[in-house]
């Protein structure tokens, strides 16, 4: 699922612990491209979660990437379906 959070009177930390307590969330991934998403990007690595700066700039992320087609080349990498050994050795 992907969503744009945008808060009124509270950050985006604020909101996405309220919405990770709503759905009860087993795990966080936080995408953000600029100083708005840091409260969101220390939110979710304060619960185990995983934050992510998108290009440049000071952040508190752990994980960065170049840009919005890194983002996406790396999705479609962390979804494919692990090969086994046998299928490894094959090729």
Known sequence: MVVELGVVGT???D??????????????LFVGDD???EDGI??????????VRVGGGVTRA???LAD????????????EPETTSQ???AA
Do not use: C, M, N
């Not at 919005?68 to 979804?79: D, E, I, K, N, Q």
């Open 35 to 37: 100083r708005t998403d």
């Open 11 to 13: 950050d985006k930390g």
């Open 15 to 28: 909101a996405l612990e309220e919405l990770r307590h709503r759905i009860a969330a087993s795990a966080v």
């Open 68 to 79: 919005p087609a890194s983002v996406g080349a790396w999705l479609r990498t962390a979804l």
């Open 42 to 51: 220390a939110a979710v690595q304060a619960a185990g979660g995983f934050g």
């Open 62 to 64: 752990r994980y960065r």
């Open 87 to 89: 299928e490894t050795r």
